[in-house]
């Protein structure tokens, strides 16, 4: 006989770890499954190539097709993304909670999301976090003269240590946590159980469950689903959003040094339209950034050089093709509106960093070179076709979106299947929109919140 739990959570990124954490508060028979390997946050050098080999999805080389190409990153590590990523927390915006609240028919702030707030807050360890650093003093500085709003974001941090969900959840919880389990698919049984095969050091293995959480994030979590209905060999989840973004890099003439971590400074001027912020900027990635543009030669000068990003906010949807026996197709076009929004998106940001000292900045698209003025920037940005920018995302979410009609692969507003008794979406696949700030927060506060229901409604006091 197979092995039986009776609850099963397929991944371990911040919206599994929400459920983990809550079923072991009530010490609930659960165990977590996740593809890939274990690491403490000291073990590994963040942004590095070896980071990059091991805590990301195909060593970080993933792209959706579509009328652009956008490279996408996804955490692959005990702890999902909250591994790898900059750790900057938001709460859903005001304004989402009251349009959240109707389109699925809840009342969030009823159901308990200030309590959820609370707990995710205090757990995560959200603190202030007031130091700039060279590359954030510039975008304030640009602000400060334009009049526009620049905020400091909050990071979940300890100690000078990322709060991730290894960090505050799974060192502690190994018991609990099997590494090294890929789910492949589910199928009900005759008990009203579901067998879940997965693959374990090369073999199949199967284990039952009476509540299956599907949290193995936005493109995953709809492939376990395809790969368990019959007759869908191609099958398609529609319904995948992101956060497009544009970078550009600034060479302010003299050294900024201090650049090891993403700077927690926003550009909110603009949102929820658009974002303007700071990218990692390490000697790899300026290298990166500058080969990728033919300048290589120009990394000489490597410490007065910034990377800065244009973040736009959309509902537009893409496309999650099922192939047999690897990984999907993701298919993903922008719209023509979306793209007018990231070209005023990037002439205000060229626009700070000018006003912040830049003394020539260049945008990542092809055939673009250094600007030394703004003017002559915005002129450039006008003319530039979309297919010639190189966009990116680290924002991904939506595929399941909670109440959307997807028929066979529809979730309501809770999280549970329609097609499916006892099965649930618990990570960011089941945004209803763009959250339209850095996810992982509005994410983990939406979970908590689902999850306290799954629980209310078995009678457990929460
Ligand atoms: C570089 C980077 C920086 C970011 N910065 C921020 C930030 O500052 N603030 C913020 O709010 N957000 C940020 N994000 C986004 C944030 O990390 C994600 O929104 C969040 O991690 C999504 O969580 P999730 O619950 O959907 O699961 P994910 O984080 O996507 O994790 C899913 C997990 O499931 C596992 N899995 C997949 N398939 C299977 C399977 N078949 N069987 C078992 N396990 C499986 C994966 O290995 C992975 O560990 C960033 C992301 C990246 C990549």
């Known amino acids: 006989m197979n092995e039986f739990v009776e609850h099963l959570i397929v991944g371990s990124g911040p919206g599994a770890t929400v459920y983990a954490k809550n079923f072991s508060n009530l010490k609930l028979d659960y165990l977590v499954f996740e593809k890939s390997r274990f690491y403490l946050q000291a073990d590994i050098v963040p942004y590095s190539d070896v980071d990059l080999k091991l805590r990301y999805k195909n060593q970080g080389v993933t792209a959706s097709v579509g009328n652009v190409i956008i490279n996408y990153a996804e955490g692959s590590s005990v702890g999902g993304g909250s591994e790898v990523n900059s750790g900057l927390y938001h709460r859903i915006p005001k304004i989402l909670v009251e349009y959240w609240s109707k389109l699925l028919g809840r009342d969030l702030v009823e159901e308990g999301l200030n309590e959820s707030e609370k707990f995710i807050e205090t757990w995560l360890n959200v603190t202030p976090v007031d130091e700039l650093n060279k590359l954030a003093e510039r975008l304030v500085i640009g602000s400060r003269r334009l009049g526009w709003d620049c905020i400091s974001v909050p990071r979940w941090i300890k100690g000078g240590v ?9 060192r502690d919880n190994l018991a609990n946590l099997r590494f090294g389990c890929d789910v492949v698919n589910f199928k009900k049984t005759k008990e009203d159980l579901f067998l879940v095969s997965y693959m374990h050091e090369g073999q199949l293995k199967y284990i039952r469950c009476k509540y299956l959480f599907l949290g193995a994030g936005s493109i995953s979590s709809p492939m376990i689903l395809q790969n368990s209905y019959r007759g869908r060999l191609f099958s398609k989840v529609d319904g995948l959003m992101m956060h497009p973004s544009v970078k550009i890099i600034a060479d302010f003439g003299e050294s900024i040094l201090e650049r090891e971590e993403v700077p927690n400074v926003q550009v909110k ?18 290298g990166l950034f500058l080969s990728s543009m033919g300048k290589l030669n120009d990394l000489d000068y490597f410490d007065r050089m910034g990377i800065y990003y244009a973040m736009i906010s959309t509902n537009t949807m893409g496309s999650i093709i099922r192939l047999p026996y690897t990984d999907p197709i993701v298919r993903y076009d922008l719209s023509e509106d979306d793209f007018g929004v990231m070209r005023r998106a990037l002439i205000k940001l060229g626009m700070v960093l000018f006003e912040g000292g830049a003394k020539r900045i260049m945008l990542g698209a092809k055939g673009t070179d250094w600007h030394e003025s703004f003017e002559e920037f915005e002129s450039n940005v006008s003319k530039l076709r979309m297919s010639s920018c190189d966009f990116m995302t680290i924002h991904l979410f939506g595929s399941l979106g909670l109440s ?3 028929g066979d692969f529809g979730f309501n507003a809770f999280g549970e299947s329609r097609a499916f008794s006892n099965l649930y979406v618990c990570d960011s696949s089941m945004l209803p929109t763009s959250p339209t700030v850095n996810p992982q927060g509005p994410l983990m506060v939406l ?12 009678n457990y006091v929460v």
């Open 404 to 406: 959307r009609d997807s």
């Open 162 to 170: 990322k709060q991730s969900m290894v960090e505050i959840f799974y």
């Open 269 to 286: 001027e603009f949102s929820p339209e658009f974002s303007l912020g700071c990218s990692i900027s390490t000697e790899p990635y300026v």
């Open 447 to 458: 979970a908590d919140l689902n999850c306290k229901f799954f629980l209310r409604n078995r």
